[in-house]
């Protein structure tokens, strides 16, 4: 079963604008990662947030994390062409060696 | 620097045939082992996974099983393909809990 839904599952925007996808999961974590993946390709790392961070920054990725609503958010600001994909979240619980990965959002940033 | 290989890139396959994909790790020892499938436009859904050789974990019932023969390679196999194995395999590594995948660039398994 999916640990972590994204929302929305599809977001257009124009290029500049900034993007925000969402994912909850159900039970508590050890860390949580955000992926990308272009089409028919493998999926890049983006950020992980450990379960005791609130924020964390990668040039124009913002990720933070709510423990207590099981929530997480990616900005992506200034969005480009070159940022349309998939984007997923996968969490890690205590005890257990995999991630679980949610749905994904799909973004198409428009020229 | 690690690197991660996969291949085939893409595979047809007639329902009823066997399946071997294969998956190495270079520049690192003793990693976790996944590998994930993903059906068109969902999420992915983990199949086996292995923290050491000869240890596999299976998450999903099916006809595919999974062997860490040596230290850096995991390979999936299936003994009769049925239509329902089509999709987007993938394979991954970590060092250990707490890090993040570094993933393969996948095979495109179709079944007809």
């Known amino acids: 079963s999916q640990q972590g839904e994204e929302d929305p599952q599809a977001l257009s925007i124009q290029e500049g604008e900034n993007a925000t996808m969402n994912c909850s999961y159900k039970?508590?974590?050890?860390?949580l990662q955000w992926y990308r993946q272009n089409s028919g390709r493998g999926l890049v790392h983006l950020i992980l947030?450990?379960?005791?961070?609130r924020e964390k920054h990668s040039g124009r990725l913002r990720v933070t994390l709510d423990t207590s609503k099981k929530s997480s958010s990616l900005l992506i600001t200034a969005s480009r062409a070159a940022d349309t994909a998939s984007y997923f979240c996968?969490?890690?619980?205590?005890?257990?060696?995999?991630?679980?990965f949610g749905t994904g959002t799909r973004l198409k940033v428009l020229a | 620097s690690q690197t991660i290989h996969q291949w085939p890139a893409t595979l047809v396959q007639p329902v009823g045939s066997p399946l071997s994909l294969e998956c190495t790790v270079e520049g690192t020892s003793n990693p976790n082992l996944y590998w994930y499938r993903q059906a068109a436009g969902r999420g992915l859904q983990l199949l086996f996974y292995?923290?050491?050789?000869?240890?596999i974990s299976s998450e999903v019932p099916q006809n595919l099983s999974a062997s860490r023969p040596q230290d850096r390679q995991f390979i999936l196999s299936s003994k009769k393909l049925l239509l329902s194995d089509s999709g987007f395999y993938l394979c991954?590594?970590?060092?250990?809990?707490?890090?993040?995948?570094?993933f393969g660039s996948g095979t495109r398994l179709t079944v007809v």
């Open positions: 991954a590594w970590r060092p250990g809990t707490g890090y993040g995948y570094t």
């Open positions: 039970t508590s974590i050890n860390n």
């Open positions: 947030i450990r379960s005791n961070e």
């Open positions: 292995s923290v050491g050789i000869g240890q």
């Open positions: 996968a969490t890690d619980s205590f005890g257990t060696y995999k991630y679980i």
